[in-house]
T-cell receptor
Framework: EDQVTQSPEALRLQEGESSSLNCSYTVSGLRGLFWYRQDPGKGPEFLFTLYSAGEEKEKERLKATLTKKESFLHITAPKPEDSATYLCAVHNQAGTALIFGKGTTLSVSS | EADIYQTPRYLVIGTGKKITLECSQT?????MYWYQQDPGMELHLIHYSYGVNSTEKGDLSSESTVSRIRTEHFPLTLESARPSHTSQYLC?????????????FGPGTRLLVL
């Protein structure tokens, strides 16, 4: 069964305290792993797509990496404006839908 | 990046009313999707469309219906709203290029059925 599991469910950091969010997945034939940011009451905002193990992508303080079974979203020196829920998703085997994890809610305090 | 619009953003309505949630995109994307998201839970696909006059049900069973008469427009309708339909509804669109596809989301409609 296609499945995405994210950990931790919630993460509290001090400003400048780097950390990583985990996304583990089970799907036959990965067709892309996606990271989104979602602010309260808003739709998910696209961050990254990763397609093959070893691939890395960066955007400001965020860096996403991919292995054959999991992806990490590294946050370097976070700021309060990085506070949000970060969602991970993969295409299902049929390629007709994205399978989402429940997300990691990040809170960064100054 | 896609421009996707959803209206209304918030809707409070009584049981038994018919409602239509609007979704439109300006990027000419062939594929469009409707997801349902409850607080603290995953997004679940309820409908998708790969083009005009093409609609399919998603993984999550839903009493809603959709139509795709124009490429840019993908409305969702509930014929008779019930409290169990209370949720956030998110519309998305995507295009495929070289086997790679990214979905872009609208701001969502938060529905409360009393």
């Amino acid at each position: 069964e296609d499945q995405v599991t994210q950990s931790p469910e919630a993460l509290r950091l001090q400003e400048g305290e780097s950390s990583s969010l985990n996304c583990s997945y089970t799907v036959s034939g990965l067709r892309g792993l996606f990271w989104y940011r979602q602010d309260p009451g808003k739709g998910p905002e696209f961050l990254f797509t990763l397609y093959s193990a070893g691939e890395e992508k960066e955007k400001e303080r965020l860096k996403a990496t991919l292995t054959k079974k999991e992806s990490f979203l590294h946050i370097t020196a976070p700021k309060p404006e990085d506070s949000a829920t970060y969602l991970c998703a993969v295409h299902n085997q049929a390629g007709t839908a994205l399978i989402f994890g429940k997300g990691t809610t990040l809170s960064v305090s100054s | 990046e896609a421009d996707i619009y959803q209206t209304p953003r918030y809707l409070v309505i009584g049981t038994g009313k018919k409602i239509t949630l609007e979704c439109s995109q300006t990027m000419g994307h062939d594929k469009m999707y409707w997801y349902q998201q409850d607080p603290g839970m995953e997004l679940h696909l309820i409908h998708y469309s790969y083009g005009v006059n093409s609609t399919e049900k998603g993984d999550l069973s839903s009493e809603s219906t959709v139509s795709r008469i124009r490429t840019e427009h993908f409305p969702l309708t509930l014929e008779s709203a019930r409290p169990s339909h209370t949720s956030q509804y998110l519309c998305a669109s995507s295009e495929s290029a070289g086997g790679k596809e990214t979905q872009y989301f609208g701001p969502g409609t938060r529905l409360l059925v009393l």
